[in-house]
């Protein structure tokens, strides 16, 4: 039976928590082209997420198209260390609002930010987060830790599907659903302190 992928719509707009991190990179003056690469989005979406922090006043200056001609990627440690940031903000927020372990958390994160994701790829997603010093996992832990999550998810009546001999997914409606799950988890975070005026 041949398995059926999901089709991007490429019309998903860029969460709340994806366009903060967004803006930190921007900030610290990480070109438009390598954050799309990050985030996984369209260059022009990008621009114009940072064009939005410019007009707020988040960011003082337009941050460089791309780097330099000639300079391999990696050598840039901020995008590399935002990347890191950005993904693991991502499965704390996934464990903190879904109150998931930290395995489901790391793979909830990874479904909702692709169209599909294999098998192999949720195994590698277990296989960094232990310990270097132990055997590795039977490939067939993904499908006991999807199990679990599954049960999980739906107290929030989100669902996984499975694409056969390939992996799961999460439908865009259900990706869209998390997404303004954790948009709202995150804004109920944000706490205001108030400015004490100070007597001169």
């Given at each position: 039976?041949?398995?059926?992928l999901?089709v991007a719509?490429?019309?998903?707009?860029?969460?709340?928590?994806?366009?903060?991190?967004?803006?930190?990179?921007?900030y610290?003056?990480?070109?438009?082209?390598?954050?799309a690469?990050v985030?996984k989005?369209?260059?022009?979406?990008?621009?114009?997420?940072v064009?939005?922090?410019?007009?707020?006043?988040?960011?003082?200056?337009?941050?460089?198209?791309?780097?330099?001609?000639?300079?391999?990627?990696?050598?840039?440690?901020?995008?590399?260390?935002?990347?890191?940031?950005?993904?693991?903000?991502l499965?704390?927020?996934?464990?903190?609002?879904?109150?998931?372990?930290?395995?489901?958390?790391?793979?909830?994160?990874?479904?909702?930010?692709?169209?599909?994701v294999?098998r192999?790829?949720?195994?590698?997603?277990?296989?960094?987060?232990?310990?270097?010093?132990?055997?590795?996992?039977?490939?067939?832990?993904?499908?006991?830790?999807?199990?679990?999550?599954?049960?999980?998810?739906?107290?929030?009546d989100?669902?996984?599907?499975?694409?056969?001999?390939?992996?799961?997914?999460?439908?865009?409606?259900?990706?869209?659903?998390?997404?303004?799950?954790?948009?709202?988890?995150?804004?109920?975070?944000?706490?205001?302190?108030?400015i004490?005026r100070?007597?001169?």
């Amino acid at each position: 039976m041949a398995k059926t992928l999901p089709v991007a719509t490429g019309d998903e707009p860029i969460p709340v928590y994806e366009k903060a991190i967004i803006g930190r990179m921007a900030y610290e003056g990480v070109p438009i082209r390598a954050i799309a690469r990050v985030v996984k989005h369209p260059s022009d979406e990008v621009r114009a997420v940072v064009n939005d922090a410019l007009a707020n006043g988040a960011i003082i200056e337009f941050p460089p198209e791309d780097w330099p001609t000639g300079e391999p990627r990696n050598a840039h440690t901020s995008a590399v260390a935002f990347k890191k940031m950005y993904e693991e903000d991502l499965v704390m927020l996934c464990k903190r609002f879904f109150n998931i372990p930290p395995l489901q958390a790391a793979m909830l994160a990874v479904l909702i930010r692709r169209d599909q994701v294999s098998r192999e790829t949720l195994h590698n997603v277990v296989e960094q987060r232990r310990k270097t010093n132990k055997e590795d996992t039977d490939p067939k832990i993904v499908d006991v830790i999807i199990c679990n999550m599954r049960k999980n998810l739906a107290k929030h009546d989100l669902t996984i599907r499975t694409i056969w001999s390939y992996g799961y997914c999460m439908e865009p409606d259900m990706r869209r659903k998390a997404n303004a799950l954790l948009e709202e988890f995150l804004a109920s975070l944000v706490v205001t302190v108030p400015i004490k005026r100070v007597e001169t």
